[in-house]
Nanobody, 123 residues
Framework: QVQLVESGGGLVQAGGSLRLSCAAS????????MGWYHQAPGHQRELVAT???????VYADSVKGRFTISRDNARNTVYLQMNTLKPEDTAVYFC?????????????????WGQGTQVTVSS
């Protein structure tokens, strides 16, 4: 009923920038939190940044001052602007969203992950 579609990953040199996008589609009634997590080989999935419906944001210490998360609520889309990228930022980046959707006149909760997009930063 709800899908997340990510875009914007790729290969960049250290010090460069990338912008990730994630759009949610379906019979969405509301979205509470949208965000980004990453997972490097041999590591667990970790929080990068989240943005809540009240406008609050959370960042991992490792990306503060370099990454900026933003939301376009009219488009149910979240962005992650990544600047001054480092090789240690290399990982698969996953979009996350939770909220409610409508089906058969009822509302249902959802928690979804995107398919992941590879970000590779070369030194």
């Amino acid at each position: 009923q709800v899908q997340l579609v990510e875009s914007g990953g790729g290969l960049v040199q250290a010090g460069g920038s990338l912008r990730l996008s994630c759009a949610a589609s379906g019979n969405i009634f509301s979205i509470n939190t949208m965000g980004w997590y990453h997972q490097a080989p041999g590591h667990q999935r970790e929080l990068v940044a989240t943005a809540s419906s009240d406008g609050s944001t959370v960042y991992a210490d490792s990306v503060k001052g370099r990454f900026t998360i933003s939301r376009d609520n009219a488009r149910n889309t979240v962005y992650l602007q990544m600047n001054t990228l480092k090789p240690e930022d290399t990982a698969v980046y996953f979009c996350y969203a939770d909220g409610t959707y409508s089906r058969n006149l009822y509302r249902h909760a959802f928690k979804l992950w995107g398919q992941g997009t590879q970000v590779t930063v070369s030194s």
